[in-house]
Every structure is written in structure tokens, then in C-alpha cells.
């Protein structure tokens, strides 16, 4: 098993966004958009007494660029001549382009144009660069993985103006340059690219007065300055972009966004209980009665154990308690920050401290459109229809109101716990009891958020 899962269900970040921001609510966005945004087409100065005191770099489809963050991991995926006649015949002038136009970005039904786990394992190998690279697009050091996760894998049909930002002295440097019709870059739900694949490095949207007429680097077959776009944050999120496919030139959806996705860690940078949370000592139990049953299946990297009380009740998260003692801290609500100190008559095996559970990371809670959230409980509440398997379902804890009551939400069955479909992520949920052959088929519900747990960070 690798030793970082990707995260299974991307959030919607905005365009622009504070620390944080972008994880909460499914659909509630900070957008914050830049004066660009207002009105008009950007058109590029090609003068010498343009006010731009930079050389904009123009940067081919496979050069690493100035300062690389990562080596590269864009796919060898390019154009083929039935798509590449489409875009040219489509292609208008430069200038402003909104980042959910239809046949801006091109891609494939496997989004192999770029590797986002890999980007995500090369940046959180460094956690210098990794802070580096989170400062420049506005996101916390813990959200680097779940963000470059939630990001749509496109190629550009357009030569493209960005601010580029290269790793230089510890820091992001940012610069003017543009990128190549066919680069693979990843998008946000605004339609606006954020890294570049070839590289690693991170995104912004580009000045308005940019000056062409002074450039450093190799043009490529076909450059004209007139023809360079630069793409505008769409002024609302948007589910789904349409595409260019790479292959057969026809129109194909890349869904992009979804529900939000929170990984809860409960641990400062010291390995310490992190501020905010509290600790509650379950006393007077009898450890011998609390089994280990394996790694975690909610965690999305190794350190997170499955434990299980021998009236059958589970403790599906849960963490060596970092004060050395032979305790776990077990996640009971993420919600309140709530931890439950519980000893063990003994600690994991060594073999299972640094890898993941076999099959597809299962969230620990997740929250439904109607604004109801619902929590996994093996041993409780009865069982589903037939339809369902027969697992045990997540039950409702908060916000449930009376239809909600016995009832239980069951995951989709197959690689993908949330089933992704046209307009977001589904589940299904439906009537419990003991007697499955009785029970009606559930219905699906779309999910509004999602959490998952992590383990310590992978030294």
C-alpha cells in the first residue's frame, strides 16, 4: 500500500481563498475575486513603454520552468490531430477568457494528463516547501493534499498568461509567463489554473497591463501574442466543465468540486494534543474488554487504528496517545473536538504503524444536503435492506430530525464510497431492522461534506 491515500472526495476551493475557507460547506464558496474580474477583455500590450517591469517567460509544453517545486508529473497525453483541427477552428481572439467556457481546457476520461497524488507525496516530503507552496495559493500546510485533490487534471487549448511562482530561498517567487497550448495544468471549481503539472508550481491570474513585447524563453510553432489567453475566475463555482476530449475531439464533462472534505488530525506540529481539542479519560473500564482489530479504514494515512469493545460497540479512530503511556485517543466527534483516552492491554503490532487498510478510505462522518450528519456505527441500530449488503450504516447524530429517525446511510459499493455522478456525490439511505428481506430498497441522498482522519506526518 502506498503510504498517502488519496483523499476520495474532493472539496470545492473558490477561485481565491482564505486558510481554511475552502473546506466548509458544500456549496457555501469564498470567492474573492480580483478588480480582472469586473468587466472587458484583457488585451496585451506588445509596446516597449508598457508600465510591465518583468520579462514575461514563455514556458513550452515539457520545460520545467523557471525554479521547479516538483519534478514533473504531467502524463504523456497530447492532442490529437482530430482535436487539435476542433480547437484551431474554435480558437478566437486573446484577451479575457471565463474560466467556465466551454472547450477552454481539453482532457481524458481517465485524468491521466496529471498525477495528483504524486504532486501531493513530492510536496509534503518537504515541509518548508510545502508551507512555501501553501502560502502562495492561501492554504493551510494540512490542507495541501486534500486541495491538490480536489483540483481537475486539464491541458490548456490556448497558449495561456499566469503568474507563475517558482521555489526559490525557501519561498515562492512569483512571475509573468505563459504557458503552452497542450500544458497539463489543475484547475479549481472557478475554471482557473492553479498549478502546473510540469513542474509543481503554483498558479495566479495575470496582470492586466502584461507586456508581450518583452519575453524570455524559446516561442514555440504558432505563438502570437494577439492569441494568448488569460482566464478569469468564473464569478460562481461551477460542478462541472466542459471539455475538449483529447482523443476522439468530442465534448466530455470533467466533474470538478464536490462535497467538502475535512481530514481531522488532532495533533499540533509537536506531536501534542493540538489547541481547541480535549481529552476525556474513560476510567473504570476494563482495557482487557477493548480489542485491536487493524489499521483504520477512515484514515487516509497510516498511524490510525480500529479498535472494538467486546459488547460489540467500535472505536474506528484512533491514535497512540504521544505521552508514551499505553492509551489511544479515540476520535468520537470531530465536530466538537471531543478525544477519548482509553487503555490498551497492548499497542498496534509494529507492521500495521505505517501502512493503510486494504480497499478504497471510507469517511468517518459525513453530512447530508439536508443538513443532517451521520456517523459510522457498526454493532448498532439493525441492518439495511437487502440492497445494501447487509453492513452495518452510518446513523444519524446530529441534525436528524424525525424522518431521519430509523434510518440508516449506506455507502455505495466498489472503489468509490461516494458514488460520483453528473451533479455531485451520493449515498444512500434508507429504513433499518433485522430483517433485511422486509425492508424497502434506500434512496440516494447527495452529501454535503465529508470527514476523514490522518496519521502523524510520514517522516
Not at 90 to 98: K, N, T
Not at 172 to 191: E, I, K, R
Not at 265 to 275: L, R
Request: hydrophobic fraction near 35%; aromatic fraction near 8%.
Amino acid at each position: 500500500m502506498d503510504s498517502v491515500a488519496p483523499v476520495p472526495v474532493p472539496p470545492p476551493p473558490p477561485a481565491r481563498r482564505k486558510k481554511g475557507a475552502w473546506l466548509v460547506g458544500g456549496l457555501v464558496l469564498l470567492l474573492v475575486l480580483g478588480a480582472a474580474a469586473g468587466a472587458g477583455y484583457w488585451w496585451w500590450s506588445q509596446s516597449d513603454d508598457s508600465p510591465s517591469a518583468e520579462s514575461v517567460v514563455l514556458e513550452a509544453v515539457d520545460a520545467a520552468g523557471e525554479s521547479p517545486w516538483t519534478e514533473s508529473v504531467a502524463g504523456e497525453v497530447e492532442f490529437s490531430e482530430d482535436a487539435l483541427e476542433r480547437i484551431d477552428e474554435e480558437s478566437s481572439a486573446g484577451g479575457r477568457v471565463d474560466g467556465a467556457t466551454p472547450g477552454l481546457y481539453g482532457g481524458t476520461n481517465d485524468n491521466s494528463s496529471c498525477d495528483r497524488e504524486q504532486l501531493a507525496n513530492f510536496l509534503t516530503e518537504d515541509d518548508a516547501k510545502s508551507e512555501a507552496w501553501a502560502d502562495a495559493l492561501d492554504v493551510t500546510v494540512d490542507e495541501v493534499s486534500a486541495f491538490v485533490g480536489s483540483l481537475a487534471p486539464v491541458l490548456l487549448t490556448r497558449d495561456t498568461a499566469v503568474v507563475n511562482h517558482g521555489y526559490e530561498d525557501g519561498k515562492a517567487v512569483p512571475y509573468p509567463a505563459v504557458l503552452q497550448a497542450g500544458s497539463a495544468v489543475l484547475v479549481d471549481s472557478a475554471g482557473a489554473p492553479v498549478v502546473r503539472c510540469a513542474c509543481g508550481n503554483p498558479l495566479g491570474v495575470p496582470d492586466e497591463d502584461l507586456n508581450l513585447s518583452d519575453t524570455s524563453g524559446t516561442t514555440w510553432k504558432g505563438y502570437e501574442p494577439e492569441s494568448v489567453v488569460g482566464v478569469a475566475p468564473a464569478a460562481e463555482p461551477v460542478d462541472e466543465l466542459t471539455l475538449i476530449d483529447a482523443v476522439t475531439s468530442e465534448d466530455r464533462q470533467t466533474l470538478i468540486g464536490g462535497p467538502a472534505t475535512e481530514v481531522v488530525y488532532p495533533f499540533d506540529e509537536d506531536g501534542e494534543v493540538a489547541e481547541g481539542w480535549t481529552v476525556t479519560e474513560s476510567e473504570g473500564i476494563d482495557s482487557l474488554s477493548f480489542s485491536y482489530l487493524g489499521v483504520s479504514e477512515y484514515a487516509t494515512t497510516p498511524g490510525v487504528f480500529h479498535y472494538a469493545w467486546a459488547r460489540g460497540a467500535q472505536e474506528p479512530a484512533c491514535w497512540l496517545n504521544p505521552d508514551g503511556t499505553d492509551t489511544v485517543l479515540c476520535l468520537g466527534d470531530p465536530q466538537t473536538k471531543e478525544l477519548r483516552m482509553i487503555a490498551v492491554p497492548q499497542p498496534p503490532p509494529q507492521a500495521d504503524l505505517d501502512r493503510l487498510a486494504d480497499g478504497p478510505v471510507l469517511p468517518f462522518w459525513i453530512e447530508l444536503a439536508d443538513g443532517s450528519r451521520w456517523l459510522q456505527s457498526s454493532g448498532y441500530g439493525g441492518l439495511g435492506s437487502e440492497s445494501t449488503g447487509g453492513v452495518w450504516p452510518y446513523l444519524c447524530a446530529q441534525e436528524c430530525g424525525a424522518t431521519n429517525e430509523m434510518q440508516g446511510v449506506f455507502l455505495a459499493e466498489g472503489d468509490d464510497p461516494l458514488e460520483r455522478r453528473d451533479d455531485g456525490w451520493y449515498v444512500y439511505r434508507g429504513e433499518l431492522g433485522f430483517d433485511a428481506a422486509s425492508l424497502p430498497d434506500p434512496e440516494s441522498v447527495k452529501v454535503a461534506k465529508a470527514w476523514y482522519v490522518a496519521g502523524p506526518p510520514q517522516q
